[in-house]
């Protein structure tokens, strides 16, 4: 079984700072991509920025710039640096992965979300 822990969210103003932390534990064989969604209050499920094994990161036009996604492979960790917060950042951030169980099966798991609010 594999779970993904969040940790990180909170209240901040704007034009502040918070950092998200995604740690996977469980039966993991290796990670591929890893990253963040946000879901704010009546929209769509959106991504924010994902990061793979290997490779250059992806992220929204919105937070280009402003965010920053890297992981730790030896921890199974993903991080979200989030800078220059904004009142539209307010949303339910929800971590993301692709876990291999072996060479041939790979899952997707969700975290069960952290709540970042930013006041105006």
């Known amino acids: 079984q594999v779970q993904l822990v969040e940790s990180g969210g909170g209240l901040v103003q704007a034009g502040g700072s918070l950092r998200l932390s995604c740690a996977a534990s469980?039966?993991?064989?290796?990670?591929?991509?890893m990253g963040w969604y946000r879901q704010a209050p009546g929209k769509q499920r959106e991504l924010v920025a994902n990061?793979?094994?290997?490779?250059?990161?992806n992220y929204a036009d919105s937070v280009k710039g402003r965010f920053t996604v890297s992981r730790d492979n030896a921890k199974n960790t993903v991080y979200l640096q989030m800078s220059r917060l904004e009142p539209e950042d307010t949303a339910v951030y929800y971590c993301?992965?692709?876990?291999?169980?072996?060479?041939?099966?790979?899952?997707?798991?969700w975290g069960q979300g952290t709540q970042v609010t930013v006041s105006s």
């Open positions: 993301n992965a692709h876990i291999m169980r072996n060479e041939r099966i790979t899952n997707v798991y």
């Open positions: 469980g039966s993991i064989f290796g990670i591929n991509l």
């Open positions: 990061i793979p094994s290997g490779g250059s990161t």
